[in-house]
C-alpha cells in the first residue's frame, strides 16, 4: 500500500513564511539606511537601529507566552519604521544638542567632557520625552479597536494587532531607558562638527521648503481651500472605489468543480474526469498533476453526490510557466474553454483552500452567493434560471451557476384504485411487493458464533433493472392468480427534486458566481441594479446575498464602529498631551490630511478597498499624528523659552524641526515599502495595507509641513484677539 500525498498545504505555509521574512529584512535594512542618512552621523543611527532587533525579540517573545503564531498575518504588518519612531526622535535631538552646546565642551578632561554629555543626554531625552512617548502611545492605543473584531476578519486580524502593540510597547520601554543610556555611551563627543552629505541633503530641503512655506503663509486661504477641495475630492473617488473582502491570495495550485447531468452514474462520472484530466494534461505543460474526488467520502467531512468531482490540478512552479499566462486567473479561463468542449457539465473554477474557505463560510464555494428563499421548488428553479439569464453579460462575472433541486429522474407508481378494489387486493400488500422485490425484505437471520446477519430475500439484478421490470412485476391475487403491476397502477417516469436545501427555516436555491477581474463590491452593485429594475419575484420571496460579499459587508460594519471609537482615542491622548483642545484638534487635522494620500494611492495602484487596506487606515491615522507632535510641542517649548511671536515661532521650529519630521515619515513609510511592492506568495494580503500607509504619510507629512503652520498662525492670532 502506498500513500502519495498530492496537495502539500506546506508548499503555500512556506512560501508566505518566505515573503514575510524577505520584507522583514528588507523592510530593517531600507530603515536603517534612512536613519543613518538623514541622521548624518552613522554611530547615531546605529543607536536607533539596535532598537529594531530588540523590538522583534521583544514582540516574539510575548507572542510565545500568548501562544500567537509567527505566519503571514501576524508578522506581516511589522513596519520598523513606526517601532523606531521614538528612538529617532529622541537620538535625534541629543544628536542636535550635543553639537549645539559642543563650546562647552572644549578644555574639558575625558571625566568631565561625560558628564556633561550626560546631563545634555539627560535634559534632552527629557524634553523630547513627552512627544515621543505619547506618540508611541497613541499608535499602541489605535491598534486596540482591531482586537474588537470577530469572525474570520477578527481572525485575521488580531494577531496582527497584537504583534505589533507588543513590538511598539517594547520600543516603548527602550526609549525609556535603553535608547538615552546607549546615546548618552556612544554618540560622538568629538566637538567639531564638519558639514557631511547629511547636512548638505537637509541644506536642499530647506531651500526648497521655507520659500514654499513663506508663500503658503502669505496666501492662508487659498492653501486650507485647496486641502479641503483635495479631501472632498478624496471622499469622492473613495465612494466610487470598488470593494472586497480580503485580496486573494494566488496558492499556487487550482481547484475545478465538475457537475454533469444529475443521477448519472458513477461510471459516467469517472469516464468524463478522465476525458478532463486528458485534455488539460495535454494542453497545459504548467500542471504537474491531477487527481480527481468524486462524490463523498467515508467520513463525509465534504459532501458531494455522485455526479460532482472536484479536480484539484497541482500547478509547477511559476518560473516553470509556458510564459503565455500572467497569472491563475488567466490560466483558469484558458482552462475552461478547452473543458467546454465536453458538453453538459457545469465548471467551477477556483483554488482548494479558497474554495473550501467560502464554502465553510456561507454553504457556497463561490465568491458571490445570490440566494432566493421561497416555498414552492419548481418556482425557485425557474426564477433561478431567470436570474442567471438577466446576469451572465456583466462583465467579471464567471463561473455562473445554479443549484440543482429539481429534475432527479423518479419512477413513480400511482396506483388505480377501482382497479385494486375489482381484484380484490390490498395496498399496503402490494406496497410490500414491490418493496422486497426491488429494495429487500429480511427473511431469517445467520449466525456465525456470536455474530449475526440478516438474510434479506430480493430479485435478482436482471429482473431489476429498468422501468419495465417495475411495471411487469406480478402481483398476487387472492384466487391465487397473477396480475402485472400495470394493470392497477400507471408506473412512469417523473422529474423529482434533487435537494431540497433551508437556510432559517426557509427554503433556498443558490446562484454562485465567481468574480474575475473586478471588485465584489462593484460587481454585487451592478447585479443589483439589473434585479431591481426588472426581476420580480412572486409574494413570500426574496433575494440576500452571501459569499465574500456578506463577509465584507459584516466586516465594514465591525470596522466603522473601531474606527470611529480609534479616533476618539487619539484626541483623548492628543488633549492630555498638551492640555488644550485646540492644540488637539489642530494635530488631528493631520487625519483627514493622511486620508487624502491614502484613497488616492488605492487608486492609482488600482486597488479596491478592502478589510486589508481599512486595518492600514487605522494603523495610518495613529502614525500621521506623529509629526503634528513633534511640530507643535516644539513650538510650544519655543514659546517658554521667550519667542512670543508665533510667525518667529513658526519660522525658527519648523527649521529646527523638519530632519525629525522627514525622518518619521521616511522610516514609517520606506519601511512599508517591500511588502508594497512584493510579488511573492502572500503579499497580495499586505499590499494595501502598506499602500494606504505609504500613499497616507506622503501627503500627511506634506501638508502637516504647509497646513498645520497656517492653522497654528491662525490660532494663536486669534487667542491674542480674544485677549
Not at 497584537?162 to 526609549?175: K, N
Not at 531651500?207 to 479631501?231: C, Q
Not at 480580503?246 to 465538475?258: F, Q, R, S, V, Y
Not at 486620508?595 to 488605492?602: N, Q, T
Request: aromatic share 8%; hydrophobic share 45%.
Amino acid at each position: 500500500v502506498y500513500i502519495n500525498g498530492f496537495l502539500e498545504r506546506s508548499e503555500l505555509v512556506g512560501k508566505t513564511t518566505f515573503t514575510v521574512a524577505e520584507n522583514l529584512i528588507l523592510g530593517c535594512l531600507i530603515v536603517i539606511f534612512v536613519v543613518v542618512l538623514l541622521l548624518g552621523n552613522w554611530r547615531s543611527g546605529l543607536v536607533v537601529a539596535s532598537v529594531i532587533p530588540l523590538c522583534l525579540l521583544f514582540a516574539i517573545s510575548f507572542m510565545n507566552i500568548f501562544g500567537i503564531d509567527a505566519n503571514l498575518m501576524s508578522l506581516g504588518a511589522i513596519d520598523f519604521g513606526i517601532i523606531i519612531d521614538g528612538a529617532v526622535i529622541i537620538v535625534e535631538f541629543i544628536a542636535f544638542q550635543i553639537v549645539n552646546k559642543s563650546s562647552h565642551l572644549v578644555g574639558l578632561d575625558k571625566k568631565e567632557r561625560q558628564f556633561e554629555i550626560d546631563q545634555i543626554t539627560y535634559k534632552s531625552a527629557s524634553k523630547m520625552m513627552n512627544s515621543a512617548v505619547f506618540g508611541q502611545l497613541i499608535i499602541l492605543i489605535v491598534f486596540i479597536p482591531i482586537l474588537s473584531l470577530s469572525g474570520v476578519e477578527g481572525k485575521m486580524f488580531k494577531p496582527m494587532a497584537q504583534t505589533v502593540a507588543f513590538a511598539i510597547l517594547g520600543a516603548f520601554i527602550l526609549s525609556l531607558t535603553y535608547v538615552p543610556m546607549m546615546s548618552a555611551m556612544f554618540l560622538s563627543k568629538n566637538t567639531e562638527h564638519k558639514t557631511n552629505f547629511s547636512d548638505k541633503m537637509m541644506a536642499w530641503f530647506e531651500k526648497i521648503y521655507t520659500p514654499f512655506l513663506d508663500r503658503a503663509l502669505r496666501f492662508k486661504k487659498a492653501v486650507l481651500a485647496i486641502s479641503l477641495a483635495m479631501f472632498v475630492f478624496a471622499i469622492i473617488v473613495f465612494q466610487n472605489m470598488g470593494g472586497e473582502f480580503i485580496p486573494t491570495i494566488e496558492e499556487g495550485d487550482l481547484a475545478i468543480n465538475a457537475t454533469i447531468m444529475t443521477g448519472s452514474s458513477l461510471s459516467q462520472m469517472v469516464k468524463t474526469t478522465t476525458e478532463y484530466e486528458k485534455i488539460l494534461k495535454a494542453k497545459f505543460p504548467e500542471i504537474k498533476t491531477i487527481v480527481t474526488k468524486i462524490g463523498s467520502g467515508e467520513i463525509p467531512t465534504d459532501p458531494m453526490p455522485i455526479e460532482s468531482g472536484d479536480l484539484i490540478i497541482v500547478l509547477k512552479d511559476k518560473k516553470e510557466w509556458s510564459g503565455k499566462y500572467r497569472n491563475w486567473e488567466e490560466l483558469a479561463n484558458a482552462m475552461k474553454e478547452e473543458m467546454e468542449v465536453i458538453p453538459g457539465a457545469n465548471i467551477e473554477i477556483s483554488q482548494p483552500i479558497q474554495m473550501r474557505f467560502n464554502e465553510l463560510m456561507t454553504g457556497s464555494r463561490s465568491d458571490i452567493a445570490i440566494k432566493i428563499f421561497g416555498d414552492d421548488l419548481e418556482i425557485l428553479d425557474s426564477k433561478a434560471s431567470e436570474l442567471i439569464s438577466k446576469i451572465k453579460s456583466i462583465d467579471g462575472i464567471g463561473d455562473l451557476k445554479a443549484d440543482k433541486v429539481t429534475g432527479l429522474p423518479q419512477i413513480t407508481i400511482k396506483y388505480d384504485y377501482n382497479k385494486i378494489a375489482l381484484y380484490g387486493l390490498n395496498i399496503s400488500d402490494i406496497n410490500q411487493i414491490i418493496r422486497s422485490s426491488f429494495a429487500g425484505e429480511s427473511a431469517g437471520k445467520i449466525y456465525d458464533e456470536s455474530k449475526r446477519f440478516d438474510v434479506v430475500v430480493r430479485m435478482d439484478e436482471d429482473n431489476r433493472a429498468d422501468i419495465t421490470d417495475v411495471s411487469n412485476l406480478f402481483i398476487p391475487l387472492p384466487n391465487g392468480q397473477q396480475v402485472p403491476l400495470s394493470q392497477v397502477a400507471t408506473v412512469d417516469y417523473e422529474q423529482g427534486p434533487v435537494q431540497v436545501v433551508r437556510e432559517d427555516g426557509k427554503r433556498r436555491i443558490t446562484v454562485g458566481l465567481n468574480v474575475r477581474g473586478r471588485d465584489i463590491k462593484t460587481v454585487v452593485e451592478e447585479i443589483q441594479q439589473k434585479l431591481d429594475k426588472n426581476f420580480k419575484l412572486p409574494a413570500g420571496y426574496y433575494v440576500t446575498y452571501g459569499g465574500q460579499f456578506e463577509n465584507l459587508v459584516e466586516a465594514t460594519k465591525r470596522l466603522s464602529i473601531a474606527l470611529p471609537i480609534a479616533l476618539s482615542l487619539i484626541l483623548i491622548l492628543l488633549y492630555f498631551t498638551f492640555k488644550s483642545y485646540k492644540q488637539a484638534l489642530l494635530i488631528f487635522t493631520a487625519i483627514p490630511l493622511s486620508a487624502i494620500g491614502g484613497v488616492f494611492a488605492l487608486s492609482l495602484r488600482g486597488m479596491p478597498f478592502s478589510i486589508s487596506a481599512g486595518i492600514g487606515f487605522i494603523a495610518l491615522f495613529g502614525i500621521a499624528v506623529l509629526n503634528g507632535i513633534v511640530l507643535i510641542s516644539y513650538f510650544n517649548q519655543l514659546k517658554t523659552e521667550g519667542i512670543l511671536d508665533p510667525l518667529q515661532r513658526i519660522l525658527v521650529g519648523t527649521k529646527t524641526r523638519l530632519r525629525p519630521v522627514l525622518m518619521t515619515a521616511a522610516v514609517a513609510s520606506l519601511g512599508f515599502l517591500p511588502m508594497a511592492l512584493s510579488t511573492s506568495g502572500g503579499a497580495e494580503v499586505q499590499k494595501p495595507l502598506a499602500t494606504v500607509v505609504i500613499g497616507g504619510l506622503f501627503s500627511a507629512t506634506l501638508l502637516t509641513l504647509i497646513v498645520l503652520p497656517i492653522l497654528y498662525l491662525m490660532l494663536e492670532r486669534l487667542k491674542r484677539k480674544e485677549r
